[in-house]
């Protein structure tokens, strides 16, 4: 069994669509949730992180942590043409936000 | 600010050939990382440094070596290269935890080198 499970897509919605892209990990151990954005051809870069379980919001993006269920959601509202790219939700091992561990990320299409 | 940097963007090598890919940062990071991803397994950690002379193994270390003699460089060698290579890798680089919160220091990527092993 994979640490961190992560559904690969693509989901594919219109514009304006709430999107939720979700992430199941099996280590209790993690205590920070990241979710990092990938456009084609380029390096990851972090969307936003969450430590133990709540939400925490960011312009239309939103983090929901679940750690009695282990299960961690992104959601983004009013979704854009630009929002298009692959989402991957990673932890880090230990202290610091360095050794990660990465769901496979899912690919998300948002057509005009 | 050029951010991390990797060279070559695209690489094609025989069975059995070394190379080194090179990765170079220019924010004055302690901590750089080599990772590698692949189809349907997500992005592994190879090899990591937490400053200049100092090197330790992430998840896949095999077939691969990293030394790391200058803080702004960390090249990623393969000793005798195997279709199991194929991959993206990507280079990342941030501040180190001993020296501030890591907690507000991401890792920020480089672009990646496509590596195919014929």
């Known amino acids: 069994q994979k640490e961190v499970e992560q559904d690969p897509g693509p989901l594919s919605v219109p514009e304006g669509a709430i999107v939720s892209l979700n992430c199941t990990y099996s280590n209790s151990a993690f205590q920070y949730f990241m979710w990092y954005r990938q456009y084609s051809r380029k390096g990851p870069e972090l969307l936003m992180y969450t430590y133990s379980s709540g939400n925490k919001e960011d312009g239309r993006f939103t983090a929901q942590v679940d750690k009695s269920s282990k299960y961690i959601s992104l959601f983004i509202r009013d979704s854009q043409p630009s929002d298009s790219a692959t989402y991957l939700c990673a932890m880090p091992r230990d202290t610091g936000f360095q050794k990660l561990v990465f769901g496979t990320g899912t690919r998300l299409l948002v057509s005009p | 600010n050029a951010g991390v940097t990797q060279t070559p963007k695209f690489q094609v090598l025989k069975t059995g050939q070394s190379m080194t890919l090179q990765c170079a940062q220019d924010?004055?990071?302690?901590?750089m990382s080599w990772y590698r991803q692949d189809p349907g397994m997500g992005l592994r950690l190879i090899h990591y440094s937490v400053g200049a002379g100092i090197t330790d193994q992430g998840e896949v270390p095999n077939g691969y070596n990293v030394s790391r003699s200058t803080t702004e460089d960390f090249p990623l060698r393969l000793l005798s290269a195997a279709p199991s290579q194929t991959s993206v890798y990507f280079c990342?680089?941030?501040?180190?935890?001993?020296?501030?919160?890591?907690?507000?220091?991401?890792?920020?990527f480089g672009n990646g080198t496509r590596l195919t092993v014929t």
């Open positions: 924010m004055n990071h302690e901590y």
């Open positions: 990342a680089s941030s501040y180190s935890y001993a020296r501030k919160s890591s907690y507000n220091s991401p890792l920020h």
